[in-house]
């Protein structure tokens, strides 16, 4: 987990929910899951203090982005949203979608973020699937794209029916055990799963048959933001957590995928862009402070482009003034880690920035670029 990993197999996701829909408890338990797959026979507190958390799933790098529901919080929101690269968007499947959910949808929708929905608390007496999915229909204005139904609800939900590999995942451990059991579909389901996946192969219409063509034109149709996956689940019960962390590796872009920053040189006003690699000028934006029992204030920042050393001289390209990093963090399921360096893609915590803010963008001196326009010049337009 601590070496860099390959730009392609990283994913920055934001969690996007309206309040109590369960984002703290999915969290959880994707990051409990995650770890205890990448880090063998220890006793993981998980601190969900961060504004962002990275773990391992399949040889991949999941950062997961804390996204405020509450637009008391618009800016953050906003800013999390930002450095994303893609999103899960939360539906309690007991209320649906509310007011916050659409909100940050509208925020999402803003920057073209791939999505996916995980229909969370199946278990829930009033749960209703069908009606989540025609939410995100109706509410959401997206093109649901159902990849599994629930095996039974409330009381009875008890797992899901994939229908990309068409088998049936059942969570049989009670009352919270996150193991489950492969299974063929059950007979008095089959007819319904394949009409299911029917259904779905015409929406993403695969050029190769097979399990692969389809992971792979319906990754394809999520970057192009034409299809929104569905997938039913209970994080609180533990059932579904694994086929949402597989959907993040398999549909949700990585950095590269997304590409170049859009940049705007703060003295000409002129707008140019920056890949994202690590050859590139350095881009670094600031989305989110934190304040840290262990390591103290600390500013999350998002490595648009090019590569950020511990103890380098860099510039704020905002305030204009010359700054230092004393400390590259990042945080994972269980422990805080310090890094060498942080390299495009990376969502890192930085240490020693004294002055700078959420909103800034961080260069090499003689480099600056704006991520976001300066407070000045947003009154300016204005004026
Ligand atoms: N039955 C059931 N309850 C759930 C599930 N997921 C979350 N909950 C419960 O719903 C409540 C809210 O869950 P949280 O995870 O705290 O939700 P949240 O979205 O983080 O809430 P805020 O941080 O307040 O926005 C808690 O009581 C959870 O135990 C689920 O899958 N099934
Ligand atoms: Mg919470």
Sequence with gaps: MTSPANIGNIRNIAVLAHVDAGRTTTTERILALADRSGVAGEDHGITLTAAATTCGWRGHSVTIIDVPSSLV??????RAIRVADGAVALIDAESGVESQLEALWRLADDRALARIVFVNKMDRAGADFGAAVEAVRSKLKALPLVLALPLGQGSDFIGIIDLVRERALTWKAMPFGAAFAEEPIPADRLVEAQ?????????????????????????AAVAAGTVVPVLPGSAFRNKGMQPLLDAIVDYLPSPDQVGAVEVQDPATGSFSSRAANDDAPLTVFAFRSGLDPV??????ARIFSGVLAQGAEIANATTGRPSRVARVLRFEASERVELAQATAGDIVALDGLGEARPGDTLTAPGQLALVEPTTEQIRSRSA
Excluded: E, Y
């Design 295 to 300: 390591a103290g204030p600390l500013l999350f």
């Design 195 to 219: 009409q299911a996946r029917a259904a779905l192969v015409a929406v993403v219409a695969p050029k190769q048959t097979g399990t692969d063509g389809l992971v792979a034109a319906i990754r």
């Design 73 to 78: 919080h618009g800016t953050d929101a906003a």
